[in-house]
């Protein structure tokens, strides 16, 4: 079964700085999906990549997929207090009836201090 | 629009009490999964449907859990003779198709407490 393994696990860092993700997949990636949650609450779509060596970017957020598409990181470009959540990634994979689950990471949680 | 929604969002429960939790996808969406989020922990996958047809159980970790989407629209997951270990996120997901590559919209899920 795959397994994701996301470093680090828990981030403290000062409003402004830069800061990055990793999310480590046991087996190829087919789809990796990054998703923010805050507590109680649902998770947040941030990003899909397919394909190796591509990169998305949304306002100050950056997430890459390595061109062996089994390591995907995430990149926060001056850090905000509104960024701070707990940071999952999923892999995509596939059901017994053909579509897609997600395998999610253990998370990271991320803290930004103003 | 309305997104995914889940109710309740809190529910604590005796140990051996049956607890009945409800998803309201976004309208017309045909994939609809639930998740279990333990403490700590990332989400892990239950069951799957495809419109009414639940395609995939094979996460529902014991005959306790039992899902339905009778009319391919709203789902309930049921767990009877709740454990402890049943504490956790219930987090239910929709996506417009069965189609690979579509976004899962996810609710805020329902918080279970088991006593």
């Known amino acids: 079964s795959q397994e994701l393994e996301q470093s680090p696990q828990s981030l403290i860092v000062q409003e402004g700085k830069n800061l990055t993700i990793n999310c480590t997949s046991s087996k190829t990636l087919y789809g990796l999906y990054w998703y923010k949650q805050k507590y109680g609450e649902g998770l947040i779509f941030l990003m899909m990549?397919?394909?190796?060596?591509e990169e998305k970017s949304h306002e100050k957020i950056t997430a890459k997929l390595d061109e062996k598409k089994q390591q995907s990181s995430l990149h926060i470009t001056a850090s905000q207090p509104s960024h701070a959540g707990i940071y999952l990634c999923g892999a995509v994979d596939v059901t017994q009836g053909g579509s897609e689950k997600l395998v999610f990471g253990k998370g990271m949680k991320l803290t930004v201090n103003p | 629009g309305a997104g995914v929604s889940q109710s309740p969002r809190y529910k604590v429960a005796k140990r051996g009490q049956d607890v009945a939790l409800r998803c309201d996808p976004i309208?017309?969406?045909?994939?609809l999964f639930w998740y279990q989020q333990a403490l700590g922990q990332g989400p892990e996958f239950l069951t799957y449907f495809q419109n009414e047809a639940q395609l995939d159980k094979s996460g529902l970790p014991s005959d306790r859990f039992f899902a339905e989407r009778p009319e391919g629209s709203v789902s309930t997951l049921k767990i009877q003779r709740t454990q402890q270990e049943d504490s956790a996120v219930y987090l239910c997901a929709s996506s417009s198709t069965s189609a690979r590559g579509n976004e899962q919209y996810f609710g805020p899920g329902t918080r279970l407490t088991v006593t």
């Open positions: 309208s017309g969406h045909v994939s």
């Open positions: 990549l397919q394909k190796g060596g």
